[in-house]
């Protein structure tokens, strides 16, 4: 048996270049980078001189057929997911694919069929967030019944700031050939994760999604999102790049209680000593004046807080760990690479109600979405060529 | 001219009694009771033996003719604000309307367009949280530019708990011939009147609403809006009477700043020393990592907090006495009777949307919405029948 994991590391952007570090510095367990990879000279050069003993590769099939790695990572642009990993997994290398695991569903279902063919080998996303201790206390409160069934969750986020100059970095950028989208592809997943990771999957979305709002894109700088859970819940989620002074602020209702997360920060708790349905039946309209008009709310509920430290950083470290711990030993993972549909499948649901004007169900159309999606590519393309 | 305007209270449930008391306790300024009516025999018991001094009639249109009044308040139940109004303006008696100023706007564009006709009478609508300062000081910074141009609004207000008990408390309330509707009908028409009057009325709205959610009703008890203002701005508006850890959060985000209202008693702005339009412009992203990642903040922006007290009661002395004021020296009215339409608007295209299941234009179509909720009552009616 291995002892250490050997991991490629396919393409050496921001991303890339952080998990390089991380693992150079010994500061993830059980990995060892076994190889680079990435199109760019530029990469190769600096690559090649600051660590002369791992093999860079210029494409990703020479990596994956070098026999240098028993694992790789894609932090690749995100249509590339599926087709990296598929070829990976094919070469019978573990996969971990960088969120989001691809930009439309039909693309992802098929990495999770054929990672399904290979169910001896590890496949997971990167869904650094559900390390995130905060979280993960959320989806242990909701798991446990804390505050009952939910009737409805709330969540703003739109910490998500990206000013003109984000955008004009490079051309592929915030493009629908691309990236396949703005803010729900590379911003907002992770939270569109988070969301149905602790609340479930909703059955409907009506959007209304603002392309190029306020910044001079073609993709999404602006979305409000309804969902629909199917069994009376509703929920809300809204999400933007445009908003300097953003707001973080998930809240979730059940029939025993509240849950109010702000800015990642903090949990505030609030447990009912009863059902809600219980005190709706049993409180008479006198009681209830009573106690709103300034009577002692304790009598219904208790209230706990929870504030935690910002992890950034220690949240992918985890995620290293707990992907190379599942090969090693069999740890259970965090995020198997299944889960990588659930977000996609919101994102591509959100943009087909707006590009629609409709509400849409889950799951989606995917032939409809992908004509839809690439009737956008050909806009763009055309668009392009008149500038 | 008239010393004090001689006031005539038509319903004698919650609200009146709550004004009689104001008024005969001299809480209010140049206002006297000069009549009471209700239908109901114990009032007239109650109200002559505690005021033997002031007249007691049992419809309103003997109130009305007595000449015991200079002007009315219409405490009774929603749909006969407009008749009753009409009625009273026809008369030359100037009209004070409970909100909300009807259920459907063609009735209520039928009060405005004949108040119109009526241009040296007084006619207002009880908008009562028009007067917190809490409220004034929110417009006042929008109307000043404070935070520039609204971008989005955001207002979960569910701060709103009623048991079953409240509904159980008569046969008219929470059903469709009664009052008209629910939560939107009933406890929401401050907040849709407070929104429109500080961010103006939307152009679409597009809601999820259910009806008897939490609760044995036929009308509705927990709503999801989504606004589009017509020029990019998007809303959300959340309400419900099932929330009895209720939420009140009023956020709005404009180009220049954004505001955040919690529980009606703090105001949190926000003020960017720059537009954002401008920050996105030329500031780098290499910037923008900076300052996010535990940057001073206070570079591009400074916070002020505004706490307020709880001022019910007050509120409706307020509006009271304005309404005097207008009749007796001209003095500016707080919610002028033709501002009742919007916040009636804006619940019916809510219910509306909900019930043809997509986005609807304002102004909706009068008779569309008035077949459907015509269809409502007779359902409700059938449904009774069964019973």
Redesign the interface.
Known sequence: MMEKVRLGIIGLGAQGGNYTRFISEGKVKNIVIGGFCDTDPDKRKAYTEKYPDIPFYDNYTDLLNSGNVDAIVTTVPHYLHPKIGIAALERNIHTLVEKPAGVYTKQVNELNAFAESKPELTFAVFFNQRTNPLYQKVKELIDDGEIGDI??T?W?I?AW??????YD?SEWRATWEGEGGGVLVNQAPHQLDLLQWIAGMPKKV?S?V?YG???DIAVED?V?V?L?YGN?A?G?F?T?T????G?N?F?I?GDK??I?VDDSKKITI?R?HNP??E???T???AD?KKL?GGGDMSQ??SEEVLEFKSVWGKQHIAILENFAGNILDGTELVAPGSDGIHGVALANAIHLSSWL???VELPIDEDVFLAELNKKIQEEKRALVEK
């Open positions: 009737r409805r709330n703003i739109t700031w990206r000013p003109q100059g984000y970095q009506y209304v603002k709002y306020q910044r602006d409000t309804v629909d009376g509703t809300v809204i933007a445009h908003d300097v002074l707001t602020r809240e209702l209680g509240k109010i609030k009912l809600e349905s005190m709706s039946n409180m008479s309209w209830i709103t219904i509920y004007g409709k509400e």
